[in-house]
Each structure stands twice: as C-alpha cells, then as structure tokens.
C-alpha cells in the first residue's frame, strides 16, 4: 500500500516540526557555506530567523567563526565521507550564542559539542553538510568548578596556609629530588635554614597575631628575593628553608647576606607599633660527604646554630 500524496506531505510537515522544534542546533549548509537550514534552536540563540539566513554565507553571518579551521573540518568530512565532532574541551563553541541559563550563569557563553555530518544525493555525493549543535554549558561548567575545586585542593596541600610558600611535606619532597639530582649530576646546590631572631619576644611583647605578620613578611622578602628556580617553604614556626640551585656555598652566602639586609632593613607596623626583627641563617653546600637528605638539612641547621650563638642576624656556612 503507497502513501497518498496527502500522506506524505502530512509526514514531511510532521518531521519538518520535530526538527525545528528538536532542542539541538540544527544547520545545513552546501559547498558553497551558504546556509539551507536553520532549525528554532538557531533561532532563538542567534536572534536570527531562517528568513535572515537562508541563502547567506555562514562566514558573513557569523565572522567571528574560525574559517581556515572550519573549512578544513568540513572538506574532510566531505572528502572521507565521514562525521566529525568537535567538543568544549577541543573549542569551547562554534557558534557565540549567549548563556542565559540560571544554573549555568557563570558561563558568559554557551558551551558547545558539534556534530558534522556528509548529507549526500541520489548518487552518493556529498552535497551537503549538517551540523548539529549541542548546549553542554551545564556539564562543561560543572566540569570546570571540579577542576578548579581540585587545583585549589592540591594547591592548599601543597602550601603554607599563612606564608603561601611550600609547607614542610611538599617542600622536603623537593629536597629529596634535588639530593637525587645531585647524585647523578653532581652539579651544585646549596640550602639554607634561616629562623627569626628572638621571636617569642616579640609574640610575647605584641602578641601571636603580630608574630603572624612578621612570619608573612620574612615569607613576603623570600619571595621576591629568590629566583624562580629556587625553592622556598615554611619548615616550622618561625623558621624557613630554601633550595638554591646551582649555587654553590659561596653564591649562597651572597643570597643569604642579601636577604638578611632586606629584612634587617624592613618593619612590620601592627596596631601602634612599628616591629623591627632580624634573621639569622645557616648555609650548607651539597657534597658527596652529605649522605642523605636528613644531614644536608641537619648540616644548615649546625650553620644555623652557630649564626645564633655567635650573636645572631648573621649568615655562616657549615662545611662537612
């Protein structure tokens, strides 16, 4: 039994409204790039009608798309005969259409997965294309929150939560790479402990909370004192610890000199008080003598020692 030629227009309407209706973009476009469908999803994001684009070359439509790019993505699907996607992650949207999603209102922009497709004719010819356009701003924004949850976890793992430079456990994993570098490079490396001089009078003279601000201001100095290749952390209380790469003991003590002066030199004002405190600092250079990790560290602390008995606010290398 054949369909009536009423039946079959009956069906085409019928179709013709679920893809203008579908909720995925929906775009046919020939070889040319001019545009020969244009479903209501296009429409209501676009804020143009299917009367405005039929016809109308896409790149003249929407010149902000990426056209060598394009171009290239469709001749292939063209010539292979075969579909290609695109995603979020690949390209955030083809198309700028505007996010107007409650949920999703961090994103400015809708977040897009496409799907072209060869449409082809009667004799197996590509000559046609389509796209279908797929809003995925809620999944691509709650993508993007975990991984912004997770690098601040990480980070906040990783970091002193009051100095913001390596705590204690992140940063003698870096010594222990650093020592393991220097077996089997043997290049040079030097660490120095440096500690606040006469810390707990100044807890005890203005309280934990100005000690607070001079441990973030001795942190503060280190940062910018050191280089990038350099590794800084907060060992424990009043007390810091910084790698310094290829620099051996005596371009150490420059570096330690130097940040001695800097925070000599520096103040903390707290309330109605102006704080000045200085630093003493141990200096040990890597050597074949230092066995392990543990006596690099114990080696700066003996210089470290030495710097407080001889009267503080004051760099010395302890050689093994």
């Known amino acids: 039994m054949t369909s009536s ?42 804020a143009r009608s299917s009367a405005e684009v039929l016809d109308v070359c896409i790149f003249d439509l929407f010149p902000e798309l990426p056209e060598a790019w394009f171009r290239r993505k469709l001749q292939a699907v063209t010539v292979l005969h075969n579909a290609a996607f695109t995603t979020w992650e690949q390209r955030p949207y083809l198309f700028r259409f505007k996010n107007y999603r409650p949920v999703t209102g961090a994103a400015e922009f809708m977040y897009q997965n496409c799907t072209m497709l060869p449409l082809t004719d009667a004799t197996g010819e590509v000559n046609h294309i389509c796209l279908i356009i797929y809003d995925v701003t809620e999944v691509a924004i709650n993508r993007l929150q975990l991984q912004q949850a997770n690098a601040q976890l990480r980070h906040i793992s990783r970091t002193d939560g009051l100095t913001g430079l390596l705590n204690r456990k992140t940063w003698e994993q870096s010594l222990r790479l650093e020592f393991k570098r220097f ?72 570096v330690a000199e130097r940040l001695r002066t800097r925070i000599e030199a520096s ?42 008995r001889a009267g503080r606010n004051q760099a010395i290398i302890y050689h093994t």
């Open 5 to 46: 030629p009423k039946d079959f227009l009956h069906e085409f309407h019928w179709l013709m409204d679920v893809l203008h209706n579908i909720d995925v973009g929906l775009v046919v476009l020939d070889l040319h790039m001019h545009v020969k469908l244009w479903n209501g999803f296009m429409q209501n994001h676009s």
């Open 183 to 254: 077996q089997r490079y043997h290049h040079a490396c030097s660490l120095i402990m440096l500690d606040i001089d006469h810390f707990k009078d100044i807890n005890d003279s203005y309280g934990h909370t100005a000690g607070d601000e001079v441990i973030r201001r001795t942190a503060a100095i280190l940062k910018e004192g050191l280089r990038e290749s350099d590794v800084a952390g907060r060992y424990g209380g009043e007390e810091f610890v910084v790698i310094l790469v290829d620099t051996d003991a005596a371009g150490a003590q420059v």
């Open 267 to 308: 103040s903390v004002p707290y309330e109605q008080h102006i704080i000045n405190f200085t630093v003493s600092l141990g200096i040990a250079e890597l050597t074949p003598k230092i066995s392990d990790p543990t006596m690099w560290i114990d080696t700066a602390d003996r210089g470290l020692y030495n710097a407080k």
